[in-house]
């Protein structure tokens, strides 16, 4: 049971690069989503999608875009990559929508620092 | 302004020791969840809580929804070091974007609990 995948596990870019983090789950849930998580910081919504072709933003979007062409994978793209995005990001994904009660299933990261 | 307050930010504790961490809100819950996330991996889901004044136990540990549904604790008895790690409250709120409107997990910031040999 993969359950949801993420690579790569660790990255370093330079300021101004481009690089794509995916995401793979096997679940086939409906809806998945982007997190950052900065130390002290708990984790915060990037961006999310309730199905495939559907993205929305979460709290923290700008430097971020995503997609959502099949129901298994939802890659982060990060367009110019700046220091302020050096943290660890998780995706996840769930079968419901998050008030249904129903977990969340995380993957376990890509840890990426931007010099 | 947090949704979540978790208390304390860091605990560090002999095994075999008890302790209890918290996560308080000033707005009313129809939920809240507990995760555990251990170094290097991602949140794992531990309990759901629904009904106020519910508890529920899982091994050495116990979950508490409060009566107004506002807060939680979580309960550790005779901690051992595979307890270590980050706990992390989170709800379900409802948020208003651009696309309209829509439910969001919504994290405490944790409590990193560390259990010494």
């Known amino acids: 049971n993969a359950g949801v995948t993420q690579t790569p596990k660790f990255r370093i870019l330079k300021i101004g690069q481009s690089m794509t983090l995916q995401c793979a789950q096997d679940m086939n849930h409906n809806y998945m989503y982007w997190y950052r998580q900065d130390p002290g910081m708990g984790l915060k919504l990037i961006y999310y999608?309730?199905?495939?072709?559907?993205?929305d933003k979460g709290e923290v979007p700008n430097g971020y875009n995503v997609s959502r062409s099949t129901t298994e994978d939802f890659p982060l793209r990060l367009e110019l990559a700046a220091p302020s995005q050096t943290s660890v990001y998780f995706c996840a994904s769930s079968y419901l929508r998050p008030n249904s009660n129903q977990p969340q299933h995380f993957g376990d990261g890509t840890r990426l620092s931007i010099l | 302004t947090q949704l979540l307050e978790q208390s304390p930010q860091f605990l560090s504790i002999q095994e075999g020791e008890n302790l209890t961490v918290y996560c308080n809100s000033s707005?009313?819950?129809?939920?809240l969840q507990w995760y555990r996330q251990e170094p290097g991996e991602g949140p794992v889901l531990l309990v759901t809580v629904v009904t106020g004044g519910e508890v529920k136990k899982l091994k050495r540990l116990t979950f508490q929804f409060g009566d107004a549904r506002k807060d939680s604790s979580l309960h550790i008895t005779a901690a051992q070091p595979g307890d270590t790690g980050l706990y992390l409250c989170a709800v379900s709120a409802l948020t208003l974007n651009s696309g309209g409107s829509n439910y969001k997990l919504t994290f405490g910031k944790g409590t990193l609990l560390t259990v010494n040999p």
């Open positions: 999608s309730v199905g495939a072709g559907i993205t």
């Open positions: 707005s009313v819950f129809s939920s």
